[in-house]
């Protein structure tokens, strides 16, 4: 059973490690590595933008475990999750998924959440559609064949 919090600025190192993890730069749309200087800059900055919400979890051990992140853009609203490289493969994803959109969409009631997956990416295929996430339609994202999905209440 994991538990979460929203994340603060003690979190900045944390995330920078989990936005580097080489897997996690090979299944986002803009795989070059971070700048330290740039993320601290970038991830103070949403911490404290209404329109991003950084859920941090941790497993019964209180090891933090990975993050979901959602984030009101202009058109819509669009969700990324990411699980610690330790921590991969014990089923967490689905728990995360579910838990930080149960809380956005409850906090948010008529908000759709957006997720933009890689057509390779078959483990977030599975993992979103399990949390709810439906009506995948093909899209380009950066010139990436990829697939978008809706969560709503």
Known sequence: MLKFRIATIDDV?????WANDPVVRSNSYHSEP???????????????????????????????????????EE??????ISIDKDHRGKSLGLEMLEKATDDFLSKNPNEVIYA???KENI???KIFSKAGF??????????IPSYRYIKTI
């Open 75 to 80: 058109t819509e609203t669009v969700i990324g």
């Open 123 to 125: 483990s977030s295929i």
């Open 134 to 143: 439906q009506n995948p339609e093909e899209c380009d994202v950066s010139g």
């Open 116 to 118: 933009y997956i890689k």
């Open 34 to 72: 971070i700048k330290y200087e740039d993320h601290v800059t970038w991830f103070s900055q949403k911490l404290n933008d209404p329109n991003f919400s950084f859920y941090v979890f941790f497993n019964e051990e209180g090891l933090a475990v990975g993050q979901v992140r959602i984030q009101k």
């Open 13 to 17: 190192d944390l995330y920078f490690k």
